[in-house]
C-alpha cells in the first residue's frame, strides 16, 4: 500500500495543496494520509476532491485580520483567529466538502502532540468534528496558540516531535511513499529562539514538552536525511519546493503564495509518472 505523507509549515504547504490538486486531477488517491500542521490540514481537501478550495482561502483571506492579525490575541490567545479559520471558513465562507470527505475510504492520520506526555498521537481524520478540533490542535504553535482540549488532554503542533512522520506510515504498513516537503534540498533546521522560549515558558506547565521543543531542529533534520535514504533505495518519492517556490511561513504577498502554489502543481505534473509508480 503506498502513502501520503506531508510535513507542515503555517503558510507553506501551499506548495504541497498544488502538488495535491494536480494529483486530484489525474484521479491519484493515496489510500493513506498522514501528516501535521498545515500540511495534514490542506489534505483534507485533497480526500475530498475539492481543487483550489486551499488557494481560494489564503487569496481571499490571508491578508484578513479575522483570519491573522495581533487583534485576535484578545479574544484567542493567538494571532490568528481560530474561530474564524478553523470554524466559519470551513463551514460557511469556503464549505469543506463534509460528504465528499465522507466518501474517501483511506486511512487518514492528523498528527498531534500530547503536552502532558510530549510524545506524538496520531489521531483518525475521519473522526474530525464540525469545530475541526484536532486540526486546531496539530496547527497549535506553542505560544503562537493555546493547548487544544481533547478528551481531557492538551494538545500542540504535531510537527514538534514528528514533522515528518514517514516512520508511522512504514510502520503501518505502507512500502512506498510519496513524501511532501515543504524546504528545498540542503536545508538544515536549527534550534530556534521561538522553540527556546517556549520551552522555557512552558517547562513548569509541561515538563515533558521542553526538550522535544529543544531538540526539534536534530530530530527533522535526522529525518529529512532517513526520507532521503528511502528515495535512494527506491522507497519513496520526494517533493520538494525549489528556491523558486519557497515562501516564507508566514507570508504575506498573495502573489507569492499563488506561485507557490503553482509551483508545487507543475512540479507534481512533471512527476506524475514517478508518483504513478507507486502504487
Known sequence: MPGLVLEGGTFRPIFSAGVMDAMVQHDIMFPYCIGVSAGITDGFSY?????GRNLEILKQYRNDKRYLGAGNFLKCRSPFGIEFVFEEIPNKLIPFDWDAFARYEGTYLVGVTNA?????????????????????ATCAIPLMFPPVSINGEEYYDGGICDPIPVRKALA??????LIVLTRPKGYKKTLSGSNKVAARMLKRKYPNLAEPLLTRHEIYNETVRFCEEL???????????????????????????????HYGYRLAEERMEDIATLF
Not at 47 to 51: D, E, F, G, K, T
Not at 233 to 241: S, W
Open 116 to 136: 502532558r506526555t510530549g510524545k506524538t498521537e496520531y489521531l483518525d481524520g475521519k473522526q474530525l468534528d464540525k469545530a475541526n478540533t484536532m486540526v486546531k
Open 47 to 51: 480526500a475530498s476532491r475539492q481543487v
Open 231 to 261: 528515495e535512494r533505495q527506491g522507497k519513496a518519492v520526494i517533493l520538494r519546493p525549489a528556491e523558486e517556490g519557497i515562501i516564507d511561513s508566514m507570508e504575506k504577498d498573495v502573489d507569492k503564495i499563488v506561485a507557490s502554489y
Open 172 to 177: 503501518d504498513g505502507n512500502e512506498k511513499l
